[in-house]
């Protein structure tokens, strides 16, 4: 198996896996899955050789022409080796698994683009390690984590030393898994997705004040779900999790555009209908 020792090339922000361990851990967590898999950035075949020989269709992405044509001659039959960047490259329109060791510079867009995507039921991603425990929750839920938890089950895994990467970089990676989920929490994506960054956007010294803002909720009824959920004045959003997040929109419910108010009825004597007679 080659395990690259020299640099990559600093435009597309490689570095490369060669801890062997790490290797095995990533290729164990890929066995737990099924069906094809798509490799994102598969530089020099780090990941891709051990992965063939589970014997799966593979297919791996390499933005770097010259890696992937000698990468395409050193796999098997069951491996097919495509040139492209994954942010312009059309994944299967059938179930299959994602993995990559994804380049630190552009983690975010790559994350956000497979969120969007459908089709793919797991992800196996080693990405820089606070990202990663940002995904997952861990120490506190961000605004795109929160936003696709309903559909969307993510865990963190372990925690991948700087060394494990040639050349190395300054930041520790973080081996992490997104999974469909069967039963999304949540049917309108689009409503609860806005309400999410609409409380994770707004003013307040605590959740139940920003809550209070939006204006979108029955004070009885938010103290109501802050007792049964144990949510108190010094929590913050990030502090939710999934199963909270989605009981607390289904709670609030979608939005009810205001139509054109209608003037009340006027009493018989009044003198405006008197004035009318």
Known sequence: MPYIQHAGRHEFGQNFLVDRSVIDDFVELVARTDGPIVEIGAGDGALTLPLSRQGRELTAVEIDSKRSKRLSRQTPDNVTVVCADVLSFRFPQ???????????????????????????????????????????????????????????????????????????????????????????????????????????????????????????????DQQDWQRANRVGPQHLPKDLTAHQWASLWHLVGPARPAGPRRPAPRRPGSPASARRR
């Open 94 to 220: 059938h179930p299959h698994v994602v993995v990559g060791n994804i380049p630190f510079h552009v983690t975010t867009p790559i994350v956000r683009a497979l969120l969007a995507a459908d089709h793919w039921h797991t992800a196996v991603l080693l990405v820089q390690w606070e990202v990663a425990r940002r995904r997952a929750g861990v120490g506190g839920a961000t605004l795109l984590t929160a936003s696709w938890w309903p559909w969307y089950d993510f865990e963190l895994h372990s925690r991948v030393p700087a060394r494990a990467f040639r050349p190395v970089p300054s930041v520790d990676g973080g081996l992490f898994s997104m999974v469909r989920r069967g039963t999304p929490l949540v049917d309108d994506r689009r409503g609860y997705q806005e309400f999410v960054r609409l409380v994770f956007t707004g003013k307040g010294h605590g959740l139940p004040e920003i809550l209070q803002r939006t204006g979108r909720i029955a004070r009885k």
